[in-house]
């Protein structure tokens, strides 16, 4: 059984930083690829997200629709966990973040619990 955990969200203030963990069970965590999306809060997961970055199983990184920082994704396959980096965060970034297993936007689940960060001053 697939199962998603992330991790990390909270209260940051314009300009921060903030790492997003999430660890994966159930399936090859070293032979798959991970992505990270996000949806404004309240909504159902998997509706209305927007698809940020995958983190391919060689380590390479795609961004969806050519999104781009500034944030950083990275793996730890001997913990099964990924990781999303990001800075200068803005109050636009306000959202709960998921980290669906594999780098497509098709994506239909099953879906982690999501953590959420909110910008605000």
């Known amino acids: 059984e697939v199962q998603l955990v992330e991790s990390g969200g909270g209260l940051v203030q314009p300009g921060g930083s903030l790492v997003l963990s999430c660890v994966a069970s159930?399936?090859?965590?070293?032979?798959?690829?991970m992505s990270w999306a996000r949806q404004a809060p309240g909504k159902a997961p998997g509706k209305g997200l927007e698809?940020?970055?995958?983190?391919?199983?060689?380590?390479?990184?795609y961004y969806f629709n050519s999104v781009k920082g500034p944030f950083t994704l990275s793996r730890d396959n001997a913990k099964h966990t990924v990781y999303l980096q990001t800075t200068d965060l803005k109050p636009p970034d306000t959202a709960v973040y998921y980290c669906p297993q594999g780098a497509s936007s098709d994506y239909a689940g099953p879906w982690g619990p999501g953590t959420q960060f909110t910008v605000s001053s």
């Open positions: 159930g399936f090859t965590f070293s032979n798959s690829h």
């Open positions: 698809w940020r970055s995958a983190l391919y199983s060689d380590g390479t990184t």
